[in-house]
Nanobody, 123 residues
Framework: VQLQASGGGLVQAGGSLRLSCAASGRAFGTYAMGWFRQAPGKEREFVAAINWSGTSTYYADSVKGRFTISRDNAKKTVFLQMNSLKPEDTAVYYC?????????????????WGQGTLVTVSS
């Protein structure tokens, strides 16, 4: 599975962005998908995850109520809708695919990673 993240950019605080992650390869519909982020000088952290069927989602407390993860298995794409953005959301955002299929916040459960897309939120 190869993953290509896109949609990052510069936005003012309070604004919105929608990230996309397009997958290639077979069996996308069996993989859980997750979004992680890494801010400058910090470790990578979990943001959101969705199970293989899209029926279960899981969010970090810091984004709950502001971000929404979704997927379109027919288009092999996962999305992250980010609303009410804050300067502390500034980071490189990575999408990842996990073969176990369940939504998880644990990096070890993800087997494939995209290259990242930069989100910058100005105050």
């Amino acid at each position: 599975v190869q993953l290509q993240a896109s949609g990052g950019g510069l936005v003012q605080a309070g604004g919105s962005l929608r990230l996309s992650c397009a997958a290639s390869g077979r069996a996308f519909g069996t993989y859980a998908m997750g979004w992680f982020r890494q801010a400058p000088g910090k470790e990578r952290e979990f943001v959101a995850a969705i199970n293989w069927s899209g029926t279960s989602t899981y969010y970090a407390d810091s984004v709950k109520g502001r971000f929404t993860i979704s997927r379109d298995n027919a288009k092999k794409t996962v999305f992250l809708q980010m609303n009410s953005l804050k300067p502390e959301d500034t980071a490189v955002y990575y999408c990842a695919a996990g073969r176990y299929g369940r939504s998880s916040g644990t990096e070890d459960e993800y087997d494939y990673w995209g290259q990242g897309t930069l989100v910058t939120v100005s105050s």
